[in-house]
């Protein structure tokens, strides 16, 4: 018997019939030529049926909202009349948390509480992009001289692709659209292939909200041609991208042949750093959180803890026993922390580095294989404790995106900066210490977009998040996330006949 915490199948009743996604284009709902299941990684059956999108339909969606975008129906209206939009929108997912937060918990495998902090707490996304629609300034010069006044305009950016993952698919969809939208720029959107319901569900509360027809469309489908499609088209200004490195690369790679601009959230392999001096038990259940949080699909997991050698044995005990008390299983009970893995396939792959750890050295501390869940057809992994990791493993170095936590030591501030910075990505860090001044230093030197102090994973929207080195660019959220989607125009402005003629007339 496994000593660890499993929640076996409620029984609930899952919806009679699988719900039923289409493509939103130029305010009309469009069925697509053929469709794509997707089965629930927890429960086994078919949960959606969705349109899946082909070339054209890629193409239908751009032109509307180019066409949107041009007729200045959204681009052109006042920043107030935009934020009472996002407003409405931010109201109408507040009144549909449960339809979507059930859909998203039967798609991603995730715990439903989970879901439904994930839902309503995109609201406040909403809302808080709506307070800086009504606050898009420029700058203005006017110090060049009695004749002349020079103005730096703010506009939105124009078309943008909006194409998102698997793992948090209503809020890092609340990351973008709303923030675009502030900025004034009409979108389209492409889910991921394993979880387009919420996405669906999105357009339905928009168009009740009342966003004018081409501001926001959707095509569901694959990659392939869809997301192809919308990192390439001409008549698309910008591409806005999460997920993971490899496709990151494509998409600049396709944006490139147009120059147009590329916003990237990406992958992390992000570092806890844990000194002798920390709140150990507030440490512990920090790493606990950031490795098991969403199954360790999670560009933010806390993948890697690195800690002081003195300490390491009895740290890396602490957190195996709280790992025994996570509660694994069933997504739609209660009280489960941590449900399915998205796919049979990733979590051959999550089983592979634990495998190559071991072979490499390391000792798996806990866990180390599939979980079963007694009732549930899905995939589930355990939750996994690897010590003994160096620097070189690949467990160490790459994303692994499952409850797997690889832990390697150091001894000196030097060397825990040396290691949290020896990987390609560079997306979060953490830092656990009482003393202030080994904090500052951590977070002044190591190569992150966000550094936590004695926390983890607290966000905020107005605090700002991205990555460092191969975890992406730009920023998303807060004031820069929506600079990222306007242009910057210069007006230079004469008063006065004042310029001097340049052709010497004779
Ligand atoms: P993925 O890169 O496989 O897919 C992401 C999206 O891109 C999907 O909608 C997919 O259909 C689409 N896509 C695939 N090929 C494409 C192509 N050639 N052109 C255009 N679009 C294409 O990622 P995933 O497996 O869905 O998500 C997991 C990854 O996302 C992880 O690497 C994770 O770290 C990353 N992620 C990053 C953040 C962040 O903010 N930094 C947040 C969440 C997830």
Request: charged share 15%; net charge negative.
């Amino acid at each position: 018997m496994l000593d660890m915490t499993v929640i076996a199948a409620t029984g609930q009743v899952l919806p009679e019939r699988p719900f039923v996604g289409r493509h939103l284009i130029g305010g009309a709902w469009v069925a697509g030529s053929s469709t794509f299941d997707r089965v629930s990684p927890a429960h086994g059956v078919v949960v959606s049926c969705s349109a899946l999108g082909t070339a054209a339909d890629a193409e239908a969606a751009i032109a509307a909202a180019r066409a949107a975008f041009d007729s200045g129906v959204w681009s052109r209206v006042t920043g107030k009349a935009r934020a009472a939009a996002l407003l409405r929108v931010a109201d109408l997912i507040e009144a549909n948390v449960e339809r979507i937060a059930l859909l998203e918990t039967l798609e991603s495998g995730k715990p439903i509480s989970q879901s439904r902090g994930e839902v309503s707490g995109a609201a406040d996304l909403w809302r808080y992009a709506a307070s800086l629609a009504r606050n898009i300034t420029g700058d203005s010069h006017n110090t060049l001289g009695a004749d002349m006044l020079g103005v730096i305009l703010k506009e939105p950016i124009g078309v943008v692709s909006v194409i998102t993952p698997w793992n948090f698919p209503f809020w890092i969809l609340s990351q973008k659209l709303p923030f675009a939208l502030a900025a004034g720029c009409t979108c389209v959107v492409k889910p991921s292939e394993m979880t387009p319901s919420s996405t669906v569900m999105m357009g339905e509360l928009l168009i009740e909200a009342g966003l004018p027809a081409g501001v926001v469309n959707i095509v569901l489908g694959e990659g392939q041609p869809v997301g192809a499609v919308l990192a390439s088209h001409p008549d698309v200004d910008m591409v806005t991208f999460t997920g993971s490195t490899a496709v990151g690369k494509a998409i600049s790679v396709a944006a490139s042949a147009t120059l147009k601009k590329v916003a990237l959230e990406l992958g992390g392999k992000n570092p806890q750093v844990i000194f002798p001096d920390a709140d150990l038990d507030s440490a512990a259940d920090a790493v606990t959180f950031g490795i098991y949080f969403n199954a360790g699909e999670c560009c933010n997991s806390g993948s890697r803890v690195l800690v002081h050698e003195d300490i390491a044995e009895a740290f890396v005990a602490k957190v195996t026993a709280l790992s025994r008390q996570v509660a694994f299983g069933d997504p739609l009970h209660a009280d489960t922390q941590v449900g399915a893995i998205i796919s049979l396939a990733h979590q051959g792959k999550i089983d592979g580095y634990v495998r190559d750890a071991v072979a490499a050295g390391a000792t798996v501390a806990l866990g180390g294989g599939p979980l079963n869940v007694p009732g549930l057809a899905g995939q589930f992994y355990q939750p996994t404790v690897v010590s003994g990791v160096t620097a070189d493993m690949a467990i160490a170095r790459d994303e692994v995106f499952g409850p797997v936590l690889a832990c390697l030591t150091f001894r000196t501030l030097d060397e825990a900066v040396a290691l949290a910075n020896d990987a390609a990505y560079g997306l979060s860090a953490g830092v656990w210490s009482e003393n202030v001044h080994t904090c500052l230093e951590f977070a002044r030197r190591v190569q992150a977009g966000t550094i936590w102090t004695n926390t983890w994973m607290d966000g905020f929207p107005e605090m700002t998040f991205g990555g460092f080195k191969q975890s992406g660019q730009g920023r998303e959220i807060g004031r820069y996330g929506l600079e990222e989607f306007l242009e910057v125009k210069t007006v230079a402005m004469r008063i006065g006949r004042t310029r001097p003629n340049w052709v010497k007339t004779r």
